[in-house]
C-alpha cells in the first residue's frame, strides 16, 4: 500500500508542475507557506482581541467609538423567531378576505395576482404539483408553500420577520395571520371561509409534512 507521508492535503495528479522532478517538493513548500502566513494572520488576529477584550460593551464603544447597546424594547421587536410546533406564534387573528386585499395592496407587485407569474417567487402550487424529489436546481420554480413547506407556521414567520421585501417588519399580527390564511387558501390547503389564530395556524398539516425528516445521523461529525 501506498502511504502518504505528507502533506495532509492531496491534491490531483494533474495539478503538479509537469515536466518537473521536484513536483511534489514543490507542492509541499506552497503549502508550508499558506500554512504560516494563515497562522501569522489568525494568531495576531486572536492576540489582537485578547488585548482588547472586545467582546465586551463598554470596550467596543472604545475601540469603534460608536453604537450603544440595544434596549430590551428594540430586542424585544427583532425577537420573533416562530417555531414549526407553532412555539412564539403571537396572539391575533386574520381571514382570508382580509388577507386577499391585503396581498393585492403589498404583495401582488412582486410575486404576481394569485400567487403566480411575478417578478419573484412562485407562492402557490399548480394543480396536482408534486413534490420536487431529487430536483436540487429549479429553486424557486418548483419549491412553493403548497409543494415544498412542510410547516404552515414557517409561512407566518416567514411573512412577519421578512415581508413584503421592501417594507419587512410593517405587518401587524394581524395582517401576518391574514395574509398566512390567504396563501394557504391559494393552495388549497384551507376553505376561503376560515379565520386563522396560533391554535388553528398550528394545526394544519401542510402536503409537504411527510417529506422531511430530522437528521438523526450518528456515524458522521455533527455539523452545525
Ligand atoms: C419588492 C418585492 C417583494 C414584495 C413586495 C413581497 N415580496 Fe415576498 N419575496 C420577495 C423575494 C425577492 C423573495 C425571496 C426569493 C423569492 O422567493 O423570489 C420573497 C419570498 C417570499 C416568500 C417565500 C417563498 C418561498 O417559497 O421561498 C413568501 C412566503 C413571501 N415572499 C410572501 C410575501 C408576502 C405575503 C408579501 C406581501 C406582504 C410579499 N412577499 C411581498 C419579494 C417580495
Given at each position: 500500500?501506498?502511504?502518504?507521508?505528507?502533506?495532509?492535503?492531496?491534491?490531483?495528479?494533474?495539478?503538479?508542475?509537469?515536466?518537473?522532478?521536484?513536483?511534489?517538493?514543490?507542492?509541499?513548500?506552497?503549502?508550508?507557506?499558506?500554512?504560516?502566513?494563515?497562522?501569522?494572520?489568525?494568531?495576531s488576529g486572536l492576540s489582537y482581541a485578547e488585548?482588547?477584550?472586545?467582546?465586551?460593551n463598554?470596550?467596543?464603544?472604545?475601540?469603534?467609538?460608536?453604537?450603544?447597546?440595544?434596549?430590551?424594547?428594540?430586542?424585544?421587536?427583532?425577537?420573533?423567531?416562530?417555531?414549526?410546533?407553532?412555539?412564539?406564534?403571537?396572539?391575533?387573528?386574520?381571514?382570508?378576505?382580509?388577507?386577499?386585499?391585503?396581498?393585492a395592496?403589498?404583495?401582488?407587485?412582486?410575486?404576481?395576482i394569485n400567487?403566480?407569474?411575478?417578478?419573484?417567487?412562485?407562492?402557490?402550487?399548480?394543480?396536482?404539483?408534486e413534490f420536487p424529489q431529487g430536483i436540487i436546481a429549479c429553486g424557486f420554480e418548483c419549491r412553493t408553500i403548497g409543494n415544498y413547506w412542510p410547516y404552515a407556521t414557517t409561512l407566518y414567520d416567514y411573512i412577519l420577520r421578512s415581508m413584503p421585501m421592501n417594507a419587512p417588519g410593517s405587518l401587524t399580527f394581524n395582517e401576518v395571520y391574514a395574509l398566512s390564511a390567504y396563501l394557504l387558501y391559494l393552495n388549497k390547503i384551507v376553505p376561503d371561509n376560515i379565520t386563522l389564530s396560533a391554535s388553528s395556524l398550528k394545526e394544519i398539516v401542510m402536503p409537504a409534512h411527510d417529506k422531511f425528516v430530522p437528521d438523526d445521523r450518528l456515524e458522521y461529525n455533527e455539523v452545525h
Open positions: 500500500m501506498n502511504e502518504i507521508k505528507y502533506p495532509a492535503i492531496i491534491i490531483p495528479q494533474s495539478q503538479r508542475t509537469k515536466g518537473d522532478l521536484n513536483g511534489d517538493k514543490m507542492t509541499l513548500d506552497l503549502y508550508i507557506k499558506i500554512i504560516m502566513i494563515y497562522f501569522a494572520l489568525f494568531t488585548q482588547n477584550e472586545i467582546n465586551t463598554d470596550n467596543i464603544d472604545v475601540l469603534f467609538n460608536f453604537g450603544r447597546p440595544a434596549t430590551t424594547e428594540e430586542i424585544k421587536k427583532w425577537d420573533l423567531d416562530v417555531r414549526p410546533d407553532g412555539t412564539g406564534l403571537p396572539l391575533g387573528k386574520g381571514s382570508v378576505k382580509e388577507g386577499e386585499i391585503l396581498y395592496a403589498k404583495c401582488a407587485f412582486c410575486h404576481g400567487g403566480k407569474g411575478g417578478i419573484n417567487g412562485r407562492l402557490v402550487a399548480d394543480e396536482g404539483e
